[in-house]
């Protein structure tokens, strides 16, 4: 009896529109036993090209996107543009527009000349992702390498420069 009653509800949840199928389970929330391998919190995506179409794109290089699990979230974004120029390592701070929903602009603001490329970190409740972008001789994105749970390595940026 308590089955057939179960069954009916359900069929009147799905009748009515009401079916809600449950989430998975957050892995970052559930026991540290059961999520062996599975991923923290952030992300950070590269967005390269961008739409012509857009005019809140003239002089933006690229988009940067952070999420917190399940979607897109505001975060604290930071970076540097690491480059050679001349024979001698520069860094160059970077600033970011917030265009809201976890979305950031970026503006060239470093020379022309040398070799390039851009370290883009995200932070949220103690977790950071990292991002690696390097640029081509013509000053575009030419890869990116993101780095979940750990900043960006100088090894890597100097593997990155040459």
Not at 92 to 100: A, Y
Not at 146 to 153: D, L, N, S
Request: one cysteine or more; proline letters at 6%.
């Amino acid at each position: 009896m308590l089955m057939r009653t179960a069954a009916m509800q359900t069929l009147a949840w799905v009748t009515a529109g009401m079916l809600v199928i449950p989430r998975p389970p957050c892995p970052t929330c559930a026991p540290a036993a059961s999520t062996a391998g599975a991923r923290k919190g952030v992300w950070v995506s590269i967005e390269s090209p961008l739409t012509p179409f857009d005019n809140a794109n003239q002089g933006v290089l690229l988009l940067v996107h952070t999420y917190w699990m399940h979607g897109a979230a505001a975060m604290s974004v930071e970076g540097r543009a690491e480059g050679t120029v001349n024979g001698e390592r520069r860094t160059v701070p970077l600033t970011f527009q917030d265009r809201g929903d976890g979305v950031y602009a970026l503006a060239k603001s470093w020379p022309d000349q040398g070799r390039w490329a851009l370290v883009i970190t995200a932070r949220s409740r103690g977790q950071q992702a990292s991002a690696l972008v390097r640029l081509s001789a013509d000053g575009k994105v030419a890869g990116v390498q993101v780095t979940p749970e750990r900043a960006v390595a100088d090894a890597e940026v100097a593997a990155a420069l040459q």
